[in-house]
């Protein structure tokens, strides 16, 4: 008897364990689903408002400052992305709020209002680049120049809403790649394959969409 227990307990931890590995899978995909519409989204807004928007620095789902006043400049680099907004999902599968970094120091300012009629359609110019730098964990170059990306910070994710930008007890010094940017500097954050030690999940604004799309809604010239 004692031995059909032990049988029985292994074969239902195996069970569990492929439950929960699966489980996981899906909010991965889940995420990266949703990753990918707030990716258009932001396309979107900056074609329609002529810019990307500010990050949310109170929770609140909406830019700070709500309503810039043109050619006023967003001084915000990064907080939570402004979902209402953008009308998409404020958290990721695992409950967390997803952090948004835009090009807004030191340079160009993707997230600026610009003046509602010609030239000033846009924030930016073809010829900007993005401040905004993504590395993998051996620390070679994804991609560079872009103007805005946003994280999920998964099943290891320990941000709360009063914390900017990702709070106590982060796992790894891998985790905490994507926590410790600051203000008024390029910014590198790191994008790679799931291991234990970092399971983040990264998009980003790629600068060619983006000037693309505001050539087609006339916000830029070609």
């Given at each position: 008897?004692?031995?059909?227990?032990?049988?029985?307990?292994?074969?239902?931890?195996?069970?569990?364990?492929?439950?929960?590995?699966?489980?996981?899978?899906?909010?991965?995909?889940?995420?990266?689903?949703?990753?990918?519409?707030?990716?258009?989204?932001?396309?979107?807004?900056?074609?329609?408002?002529?810019?990307?928007?500010?990050?949310?620095?109170?929770?609140?789902?909406?830019?700070?400052?709500?309503?810039?006043?043109?050619?006023?400049?967003?001084?915000?680099?990064?907080?939570?992305?402004?979902?209402?907004?953008?009308?998409?999902?404020?958290?990721?599968?695992?409950?967390?709020?997803?952090?948004?970094?835009?090009?807004?120091?030191?340079?160009?300012?993707?997230?600026?209002?610009?003046?509602?009629?010609?030239?000033?359609?846009?924030?930016?110019?073809m010829t900007d680049d993005g401040t905004i730098t993504v590395r993998d964990r051996d620390d070679n170059l994804v991609v560079n120049n872009i103007p805005a990306l946003v994280i999920s910070f998964a099943?290891?994710?320990?941000?709360?809403?009063?914390?900017?930008?990702?709070?106590?007890?982060?796992?790894?010094?891998?985790?905490?790649?994507?926590?410790?940017?600051?203000?008024?500097?390029?910014?590198?954050?790191?994008?790679?394959?799931?291991?234990?030690?970092?399971?983040?999940?990264?998009?980003?604004?790629?600068?060619?969409?983006?000037?693309?799309?505001?050539?087609?809604?006339?916000?830029?010239?070609?």
């Amino acid at each position: 008897m004692s031995i059909v227990l032990i049988v029985v307990s292994l074969i239902l931890a195996g069970v569990l364990k492929t439950v929960s590995v699966q489980r996981q899978q899906l909010k991965r995909d889940e995420t990266r689903q949703a990753l990918q519409i707030i990716n258009q989204a932001l396309v979107g807004f900056a074609a329609t408002e002529g810019r990307l928007p500010c990050p949310d620095t109170d929770a609140d789902g909406e830019s700070n400052p709500t309503a810039l006043a043109f050619g006023n400049t967003c001084t915000s680099e990064e907080g939570f992305l402004p979902f209402v907004d953008l009308g998409v999902p404020s958290e990721d599968a695992w409950g967390n709020r997803y952090r948004y970094r835009v090009t807004s120091n030191g340079g160009t300012n993707f997230a600026d209002n610009p003046d509602p009629g010609p030239p000033l359609l846009s924030s930016f110019a073809m010829t900007d680049d993005g401040t905004i730098t993504v590395r993998d964990r051996d620390d070679n170059l994804v991609v560079n120049n872009i103007p805005a990306l946003v994280i999920s910070f998964a099943e290891n994710g320990r941000q709360t809403i009063a914390s900017l930008p990702c709070g106590a007890g982060v796992p790894s010094v891998n985790e905490e790649k994507n926590c410790d940017n600051e203000a008024g500097v390029n910014p590198v954050f790191m994008a790679d394959d799931y291991l234990t030690d970092f399971d983040d999940l990264v998009t980003w604004v790629s600068p060619t969409v983006l000037k693309n799309r505001m050539i087609e809604a006339g916000r830029l010239g070609n």
